[in-house]
């Protein structure tokens, strides 16, 4: 068997999606290493793999350790060229891995690429997270091919060219293994949400090109471990988006960006004020506490710049193309 690619899922107490999942996984993940990397679960997931999946390797973590700290500690523990990381709320479809192994293998300078998302429980529609790649506006906002904020566009097939993105999706993401390790992986303070976009842009940083690879599908359940009305998620959210400005912009001009920053996500707070979710708006002014905090106690790690590509960045300001100038779609906003 060629093992030059470890699919590595990480699970915590989601014996439901690998029962519903990874039978998807095994059968159509033929010239892989299929890896579950536990996050030390409390169901019964590693006897339902033990008895269900005797193929699949498992990884045992002594404790949740959270998205990026999981991935991080079992990731030192796999040999392979590629890793993709998986979640478990992923249904994939067939020949779904060869398109982004050869995109790797044709091109030295691409480091990192994902798969078409659609979402699973509509799938003629992109997913969130990631759809047909990720970008990122001026001041630190994600959007994609397929998705502005909660506007998910339908697939006719628009985004169906393989491109160069700023950022691809911790729910499929491919990557060279020399290269995750390298760059030190994921930022295990962000614990979980936006840590794949810190990670990419630290490649980016670095030179390196990121694509999107629409002939891979994959479809994606989402927010299956925080749901996106959990305050939990809108702080981690908000403070990780702030962390990963710091850490990533040039010197000249970060101050500026993440001052406007900090008065968009006022605005935001009141607006989930004004809609009767205070928990959401105490969520985001804690996001800031906590950010002051890990810069005062310098607890960020700035990102190495070596001639960066920042190609998937663009110079505007979503917030405002989208609600101001109702720009609803991936195409209209870069009109």
């Known amino acids: 068997m060629n093992t030059k690619t470890a699919v590595v899922i990480l699970n915590w107490n989601g014996k439901t999606f690998l029962e519903q999942f990874l039978p998807s996984v095994v059968k159509h993940t033929k010239n892989a290493e299929v890896i579950v990397a ?66 790797l293998e044709n091109d030295s300078s691409i480091v990192a690429c994902q798969p078409k998302i659609k979402d699973q429980k509509k ?32 697939d006719i097939n628009q985004y169906n060219d393989s491109t160069e993105i700023f950022w691809a999706s911790g729910a499929a993401l491919f990557i060279r293994a020399e290269e995750y390790h390298n760059i030190g992986g994921l930022d295990e303070f962000y614990f979980a949400h936006m840590e794949e976009i810190d990670l990419c842009w630290r490649l980016k940083n670095q030179g390196h090109k990121i694509m999107s690879c629409p002939s891979s599908t994959v479809y994606h359940v989402g927010g299956g471990t925080l749901n996106k009305i959990n305050p939990k ?29 900090l008065c968009l996500d006022a605005i935001a707070a009141a607006k989930f004020l004004i809609s009767g979710k205070p928990s959401h708006t105490w969520a985001i002014a804690r996001s800031h506490f906590a950010f002051y905090n890990a810069i005062s106690q310098n607890k960020l790690k700035r990102s190495k710049t070596n001639e960066p590509n920042l190609i998937g960045m663009i110079d505007k300001s979503i917030v405002q193309e989208h609600f101001i100038n109702k720009r609803k779609t991936f195409n209209e906003l870069l009109k």
Request: with cysteine; glycine share 8%; charged share 25%.
């Open 38 to 103: 536990d996050n030390c679960s409390t169901d019964d997931s590693i006897a339902f793999l033990k008895n269900n999946f005797p193929t699949v390797k498992i990884v045992v973590l002594d404790k949740n350790y959270g998205f990026a700290g999981g991935y991080n500690k079992a990731l030192k523990q796999i040999e392979s060229q590629y890793y993709v990381l998986l979640n478990s709320d992923v249904e994939v479809t067939e020949n779904w891995l060869e398109p982004m192994e050869e995109l």
């Open 233 to 261: 998620k809108t702080f981690l959210n908000f403070r990780n988006s702030l962390l990963t400005l710091h850490k990533n912009l040039p010197k000249k001009g970060r101050f500026s960006v993440i001052l406007i920053r």
């Open 123 to 154: 799938k003629t529609h992109f997913e969130y997270a990631g759809a047909s790649g990720g970008f990122i506006d001026k001041y630190g906002y994600p959007f994609c091919r397929g998705r502005i904020f909660d506007e998910l566009e339908e």
